[in-house]
């Protein structure tokens, strides 16, 4: 709902990390799949790779999956922007 919407975005707003996109504005605009009103949170663009494609690269380049500790140390860094988000 917008309430939600608008409390998200005052959230977002108040965040400043590297890793987390910047909020820029909170605005109402056409959907285009539907042409319907709706909401939308508007972020800052990153011009960077997806975490997806970063994974499947490193597997087609090593023709085997990460070792636990790999994953280990990704899972640490998502969880270090996780945690920054919720304190």
Same mark, same amino acid.
């Given at each position: 709902n917008r309430a939600e919407l608008i409390s998200e975005g005052q959230i977002l707003g108040a965040l400043d990390h590297p890793n987390i996109p910047k909020f820029i504005e909170f605005t109402k605009g056409s959907n285009p799949r539907n042409g319907l009103?709706?909401?939308w949170l508007v972020m800052e663009y990153i011009n !960077? /790779?997806?975490?997806?494609s970063i994974i499947d690269d490193i597997?087609?380049?090593?023709?085997?999956?990460?070792?636990?500790?790999?994953?280990?140390?990704?899972? !640490? /860094?998502?969880?270090?922007?996780?945690?920054?988000?919720?304190?």
């Amino acid at each position: 709902n917008r309430a939600e919407l608008i409390s998200e975005g005052q959230i977002l707003g108040a965040l400043d990390h590297p890793n987390i996109p910047k909020f820029i504005e909170f605005t109402k605009g056409s959907n285009p799949r539907n042409g319907l009103q709706q909401d939308w949170l508007v972020m800052e663009y990153i011009n !960077a /790779r997806s975490f997806g494609s970063i994974i499947d690269d490193i597997y087609a380049r090593r023709r085997r999956p990460m070792k636990l500790d790999e994953l280990a140390l990704i899972g !640490a /860094r998502l969880l270090k922007i996780v945690n920054y988000m919720h304190n």
